[in-house]
């Protein structure tokens, strides 16, 4: 199975995928010698990659781009071209290490504050037993440390690496050491997620997820995102008139 064609949302791919489809995708880069980037995209990101070329060139270069935000469901529908589902990057963390387990292919947990990557690690690996991690390390996007951190991971032979480091960053950190990280085949941008599997941050009730309301529990939650949620409204203006535009 290859990745189907991107849907393209103001200038952005986004892959029509299901979870199911995601882990198969998944299961087919891990065969393959080279490493492969997954981004979890919502609204936010479509609009920083409106002014970060670069941002918008990784997009394009991804391996995957897995649809994570309602409001890319809803421009899709409004588009024409409908996503089948959400794959939230905080529901595939869990996923995923369930196949890490079930595959004896080892993550490496890179990002977020002191202590949780480690502490992430232990809860997955509470969940699933069988789940070997080549290594945590919480260090910093910061170029200054970007050599000792790939060599820490190329040290650990980590087959998959999971970075906490928020978008953009994340994914241009993944991008810059795209070529210097042999061992690993599959690297993704999980944001937030070490925050919610710890219970830093909570995720939103199955109910208010269903919904379409997440992003206002997480704004309700962390009220300091207010000035990046603007984003959101922002996004909803530039698909309907991206739709005006070209009727
Ligand atoms: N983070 C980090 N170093 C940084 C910036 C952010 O480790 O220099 C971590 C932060 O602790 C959090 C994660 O990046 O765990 C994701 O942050 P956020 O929730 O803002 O990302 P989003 O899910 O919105 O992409």
């Given at each position: 199975m290859n990745a189907p064609q991107p849907i393209t949302i103001l200038q952005t791919p986004v892959h029509p995928v299901?979870?199911?489809?995601?882990?198969?995708?998944?299961?087919?880069?891990?065969?393959?010698?080279?490493?492969h980037q997954i981004c979890t995209t919502n609204p936010e990101f479509v609009m920083?990659?409106?002014?970060d070329p670069l941002f918008r060139r990784i997009l394009w270069e991804a391996d995957l781009c897995i649809p994570?935000?309602?409001?890319?469901?809803?421009?899709?529908?409004?588009l024409g071209t409908p996503l089948p589902a959400r794959v939230p990057g905080?529901?595939?963390?869990?996923?995923l290490a369930e196949l890490c387990a079930r595959e004896g292919w080892?993550?490496?947990?890179l990002g977020a504050a002191e202590g949780v990557a480690k502490e992430t690690a232990h809860i997955l690996q509470h969940i699933y037993p069988a789940l070997q991690v080549a290594g945590v390390y919480a260090g910093s996007p910061a170029l200054a440390e970007n050599e000792a951190i790939v060599q820490r991971i190329n040290a650990s032979s980590a087959d998959?690496?999971?970075?906490?480091?928020g978008a953009p960053r994340q994914d241009k950190w993944i991008y810059r050491n795209r070529q210097k990280l042999p061992t690993v085949r599959l690297a993704i941008g999980v944001g937030g997620s070490f925050d919610f599997v710890t219970g830093r941050a909570k995720?939103?009730?199955l109910w208010v997820q269903n919904l379409g309301l997440e992003w206002l529990h997480r704004l309700a939650h962390e009220p300091w995102r207010w000035r990046r949620m603007l984003a959101l409204p922002r996004f909803a203006l530039r698909?309907?008139?991206s739709v005006k535009h070209e009727t």
């Open positions: 299901t979870m199911a489809q995601t882990l198969g995708l998944v299961r087919r880069f891990m065969a393959q010698p080279r490493l920083a990659a409106q002014r994570d935000g309602v409001g890319l469901l809803l421009a899709g529908r409004w905080s529901a595939l963390i869990y996923h080892r993550p490496f947990l998959v690496l999971l970075v906490a480091y995720r939103a009730p698909v309907l008139f």
